[in-house]
């Protein structure tokens, strides 16, 4: 059995319907009580008013000419009640004729009373169906002898105040009910669709990554959280992924070196070296071991700039001086391999950033067009405004990258075969896109026309 008061949505609806069903009750008995107390209020005037009338009539004549004009007026058919009665509590003159129910009068402050009755045959409301009557008046004494009432039925009034407060405490259960019915029905909805979601979630937590929540038709609340968590498990599966291809590629990267740091010292200590055989040895052992180390310096770097671990001061950065420092530093080896390098930035283009983290990124490119270009490449580096960004580019004149490749080139580890001769770690394109990514930019590889590669970096000046 399900316990419904477990389930928000079944507390969130009763206590809607809760808050509806008092704010009805608080509504309807106001409109009750007004009702009430406006039929009251009336008929209380007209029996005040009646009253002055048949003071005035004592005042002037006595009591003979009182129960003359009570006699006329009993004659009228209205719901006005007069019952003149004399000491033995005989009725005199009047329209009321149950004596029996006068000795239980209900009386209130200023002469105020009231009393029931069965309606009988000399009613003045005769043809219609017997039923208790209910009158509200004044009472007077006459000359100590006489006591004069007059009054008015009030049976309809109460009947409907009744039958009003019967309909309100009838319509208050009935949306309760209804409430706490479509309550139920509602959660059970939800419930279902919980429990598929809640099925679904220990499947994936018992090691089926490739199994997604159920999203139904509807755009509401939970197929929405279904879509954004769906979202977040092919983001973790790409992840997870892309940790098993980095970790592949590391292992296969990194035998490379080392088994040729070992052989090379085996067959060191196989043959008869020298001191000068010694020496070299050690100097290629050195530089093997130079680039596991600046292997795990990139992915040490590109690691903390994803993760935001590592704080990086902004500066206001000038671009063209950027440039021309970094050109400096690359030229001699440019020169080596008959390559030109070229500064297109405009001049008093600045940018906020981290300058460490951009000269990086410049420098990278500039090795890989350097490193994978031919001889004489031409290498220019630039940069310009475009609206509210900065856009950098390296270009060469070099074989470019497949469109296919295009995305697969700035993952961890990711070489071409064209490279695969070539020394490098697969890290450079990677520590770029980090770089682009902590300064809000995006980062796009462009054929260069009539060929080549152009790789534009596109920055938020004020990120």
Same mark, same amino acid.
């Given at each position: 059995m399900?316990?419904?008061?477990?389930?928000?949505?079944?507390?969130?609806?009763?206590?809607?319907?809760?808050?509806?069903?008092?704010?009805?009750?608080?509504i309807?008995?106001?409109?009750?009580?007004?009702?009430?107390?406006?039929?009251?209020?009336?008929?209380?005037?007209?029996?005040?008013?009646?009253?002055?009338?048949?003071?005035?009539?004592?005042?002037?004549g006595?009591?003979?000419?009182?129960?003359?004009?009570i006699?006329?007026?009993?004659?009228?058919?209205?719901?006005?009640?007069?019952?003149?009665?004399?000491d033995?509590n005989?009725?005199?003159?009047?329209?009321?004729?149950?004596?029996?129910?006068?000795?239980n009068?209900?009386r209130f402050?200023?002469?105020?009373?009231?009393?029931?009755?069965?309606?009988?045959?000399?009613?003045?409301n005769?043809?219609?169906?017997?039923?208790?009557?209910?009158?509200?008046?004044?009472?007077?004494?006459?000359?100590?002898?006489?006591?004069?009432?007059?009054?008015?039925?009030v049976?309809?009034?109460?009947?409907?105040?009744?039958?009003?407060l019967?309909?309100?405490?009838?319509?208050?259960?009935?949306?309760?009910?209804?409430?706490?019915?479509?309550?139920?029905?509602?959660?059970?909805?939800?419930?279902?669709?919980?429990?598929a979601?809640?099925?679904?979630?220990?499947?994936?937590?018992?090691?089926?990554?490739?199994?997604?929540?159920?999203?139904?038709?509807?755009?509401?609340? !939970?197929?929405? *959280?279904?879509? &954004?968590?769906?979202?977040?498990?092919?983001r973790? +599966? =790409?992840?997870?992924? @892309?940790? #098993?291809?980095v970790?592949?590629?590391?292992?296969?990267?990194?035998?490379?070196?080392?088994?040729?740091?070992?052989?090379?010292?085996?067959?060191?200590?196989?043959?008869?070296?020298?001191?000068?055989?010694?020496?070299?040895?050690?100097?290629?052992?050195?530089?093997?071991?130079?680039?596991?180390?600046?292997?795990?310096?990139?992915?040490?770097?590109?690691?903390?700039?994803?993760?935001?671990?590592?704080?990086?001061?902004?500066?206001?950065?000038?671009?063209?001086?950027?440039?021309?420092?970094?050109?400096?530093?690359?030229?001699?080896?440019?020169?080596e391999?008959?390559?030109?390098?070229?500064?297109?930035?405009?001049?008093?283009?600045y940018?906020?950033?981290?300058?460490?983290?951009?000269?990086?990124? !410049?420098?990278? *490119?500039?090795? &890989?067009?350097?490193?994978?270009?031919?001889?004489? +490449? =031409?290498?220019?580096? @630039?940069? #310009?405004?475009?609206?509210?960004?900065?856009?950098?580019?390296?270009?060469?004149?070099?074989?470019?990258?497949?469109?296919?490749?295009?995305?697969?080139?700035?993952?961890?580890?990711?070489?071409?075969?064209?490279?695969?001769?070539?020394?490098?770690?697969?890290?450079?394109?990677?520590?770029?896109?980090?770089?682009?990514?902590?300064?809000?930019?995006?980062?796009?590889?462009?054929?260069?026309?009539?060929?080549?590669?152009?790789?534009?970096?596109?920055?938020?000046?004020?990120?």
């Amino acid at each position: 059995m399900i316990n419904l008061f477990r389930l928000t949505s079944f507390r969130l609806i009763f206590i809607y319907t809760l808050l509806l069903v008092i704010s009805i009750c608080l509504i309807t008995f106001y409109l009750y009580w007004s009702t009430a107390r406006d039929l009251q209020n009336r008929a209380d005037q007209d029996i005040v008013q009646e009253s002055k009338m048949l003071v005035r009539v004592y005042q002037r004549g006595g009591v003979k000419e009182l129960a003359r004009v009570i006699s006329q007026l009993s004659q009228i058919p209205n719901a006005n009640l007069y019952a003149l009665r004399n000491d033995k509590n005989d009725i005199v003159v009047g329209n009321f004729t149950d004596k029996d129910s006068l000795w239980n009068l209900e009386r209130f402050d200023d002469n105020w009373v009231s009393f029931s009755s069965i309606r009988n045959s000399q009613s003045v409301n005769a043809n219609l169906p017997l039923r208790k009557q209910f009158y509200r008046g004044k009472e007077f004494i006459v000359r100590g002898s006489y006591n004069l009432i007059i009054g008015r039925d009030v049976s309809n009034e109460i009947y409907l105040k009744e039958r009003f407060l019967n309909t309100i405490i009838s319509a208050t259960l009935l949306i309760l009910i209804l409430g706490l019915f479509g309550g139920y029905i509602l959660s059970r909805n939800i419930l279902n669709r919980i429990s598929a979601i809640n099925k679904t979630s220990i499947e994936i937590m018992d090691g089926n990554l490739l199994q997604r929540l159920p999203v139904g038709p509807t755009n509401d609340e !939970l197929n929405q *959280l279904s879509i &954004n968590l769906n979202n977040m498990l092919d983001r973790l +599966n =790409k992840l997870m992924t @892309g940790m #098993k291809d980095v970790s592949d590629n590391i292992a296969h990267d990194l035998r490379t070196p080392l088994n040729k740091i070992r052989t090379n010292l085996e067959v060191t200590l196989m043959s008869n070296p020298t001191t000068e055989s010694y020496k070299n040895s050690v100097e290629e052992v050195i530089q093997d071991i130079d680039i596991l180390i600046n292997t795990f310096n990139s992915l040490l770097a590109i690691s903390r700039v994803d993760s935001g671990s590592l704080s990086l001061d902004k500066e206001r950065i000038d671009i063209n001086s950027l440039i021309e420092n970094i050109i400096d530093l690359w030229e001699p080896l440019a020169e080596e391999h008959k390559i030109t390098l070229t500064n297109q930035s405009s001049q008093n283009i600045y940018l906020q950033g981290n300058m460490n983290l951009l000269s990086q990124a !410049l420098s990278n *490119l500039i090795d &890989n067009a350097i490193k994978y270009g031919p001889l004489e +490449n =031409k290498i220019s580096i @630039g940069a #310009k405004f475009e609206k509210e960004n900065v856009i950098l580019w390296v270009s060469d004149s070099g074989p470019g990258i497949l469109e296919k490749d295009k995305e697969r080139v700035l993952e961890r580890f990711s070489r071409l075969d064209a490279s695969r001769n070539t020394q490098g770690t697969g890290l450079g394109l990677s520590l770029v896109k980090s770089s682009i990514k902590f300064h809000k930019g995006t980062i796009q590889l462009l054929d260069s026309n009539p060929k080549g590669l152009i790789v534009k970096l596109k920055i938020p000046k004020g990120f």
